[in-house]
C-alpha cells in the first residue's frame, strides 16, 4: 500500500509552500503503484518473489518536485544518466534513505563527481573508467556498487563489453577495492514483442550465471525499461530501470 505524505484527497492546496501541487502527486502516486503493480504480477507469472526484484525510478529530465514527490511515496532508488543535472539533484535531495543510481554514459574525464555522488554505477563498459572511479571513492564512503554493461549480439556501435570479455573484465574491478562488483546490466535494442525482448534478456542472464559459475559474488541483474520490465521479469532481472510509465513521457526519448 501506498502512503499519501499529505491527504492527497483534500479539495484544499496543502499549506506547506513547497509541497506539489496536488495533480502532479496524485498522478505520480497512480503511476508509481501501477508499475509496482505490473513488476509484482510479472513476478508472480514467472514463480518469482516480488521483493526479488528492486524498482530502480530513472528520474532523468524530472523536477525536483516531481523527484521528492516520489520519494515521499517511498521510492529510494533513483537513476539518473546526465551529470550535469544530476548532481544538483544529489545534492539537493540528500536523504541518506536515498539511493543514487548513475546509469548513463560515463566519459572518462567526469568521473570524479560520479564517484563523490552515486552509490552505484550501472554502466562500466572500460577498464580505465572503472579504474578512475575506484581511485577517486573517497574511503569516507563504502565501496562504490558496479554493474558491466554488457553489449548483447547485433549491438553495433553501442557501449558495453563484448561477452567474451565479461569474465576478464569482471576479475579486473573485483581486484580494484573502492568497487563492488554487483553484477551485469544491458540495454538491449527495443522490440515490439515479448518473445523478442525476452532473447536479449536471456543472452544478459546467461552471462550473469556465468560470472556466479566463475566464483563471483554478484547479486545483480539490471534490466528492463517501461516497454519491457516483464520481459526482463521473466529472464531473471533483478533491478528494471522505469522512467517514462512512473514520470510520464519524456520531451525527447
Ligand atoms: C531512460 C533510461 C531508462 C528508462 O527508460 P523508460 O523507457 O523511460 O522507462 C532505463 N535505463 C536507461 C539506461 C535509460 O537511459
Known sequence: MLTSP?????????????APSLGLSDRLAQNLSDVKQRISAAALRYGRDPRSITLLAVSKQQSMEAISSVAAYGQRDFGENYLQEAIPKTTALSDPA??????????????????????????????KIAERLNEQRSEKDAPLNVCIQ????DEVGKGGV???EVAGFATA??????????GI??????RESFDEQLVFFREARVLYEDLKTNGFTVDTLSMGMS???EAAIAAGATVVRVGAAIFGERKSA
Not at 104 to 124: C, D, M, Y
Request: hydrophobic share 40%; with cysteine.
Open 227 to 229: 516497454a519491457d520490465l
Open 185 to 190: 546490466m544491458c540495454i538491449p535494442p527495443p
Open 98 to 127: 536515498i539511493v543514487w543510481h548513475f546509469i548513463g554514459q560515463l566519459q572518462s574525464n567526469k568521473t570524479r563527481p560520479v564517484a563523490e555522488h552515486f552509490q552505484w554505477v550501472h554502466t562500466i563498459d572500460r577498464l
Open 173 to 182: 574491478i573485483s581486484a580494484m577495492p573502492r568497487l563492488r562488483l554487483r
Open 6 to 18: 499529505q491527504n492527497s484527497s483534500a479539495p484544499e492546496m496543502s499549506s506547506s509552500p513547497s
Open 162 to 164: 563484448p561477452s567474451a
Open 150 to 153: 554488457v553489449k548483447l549480439a
